[in-house]
């Protein structure tokens, strides 16, 4: 059975950071691109950062320069560290296999003062 667990979201102040880990099973993490997506309530999904299986990384650009994906396959794990946020990040933020639709339940984002 493929898992998909977030954690490490909270509330933090513009200009904190929080690093958000993805802890997966079921499938071999060395073999999959993964993908970090967030979503605000009533809004899509909107792409956030994804790496691939040799750590090749993009951004979108309203992250670009603050986020910083990463991955341990050997602990099956994949990060997103957020630096210099901003009350626009609040968001639900999920992992995923890049192809795949299949997401983890999210963990909550919240900026603010």
């Known amino acids: 059975e493929v898992q998909l667990l977030e954690s490490g979201g909270g509330l933090v102040q513009p200009g904190g950071s929080l690093r958000l880990s993805c802890e997966t099973s079921?499938?071999?993490?060395?073999?999959?691109?993964m993908t970090w997506v967030r979503q605000v309530p009533g809004k899509g999904l909107e792409w956030v950062a994804t790496?691939?299986?040799?750590?090749?990384?993009t951004y979108s650009a309203p992250v670009k320069g603050r986020f910083t994906i990463s991955r341990d396959d050997a602990k099956s794990t994949v990060y997103l560290q957020l630096n210099n946020l901003k009350s626009d990040d609040t968001a639900m933020y999920y992992c995923?296999?890049?192809?795949?639709?299949?997401r983890g339940r999210g963990t909550q984002v919240t900026v603010s003062s």
């Open positions: 790496i691939t299986t040799s750590t090749y990384t």
């Open positions: 995923k296999r890049t192809a795949v639709t299949e």
């Open positions: 079921g499938f071999p993490l060395k073999s999959y691109s």
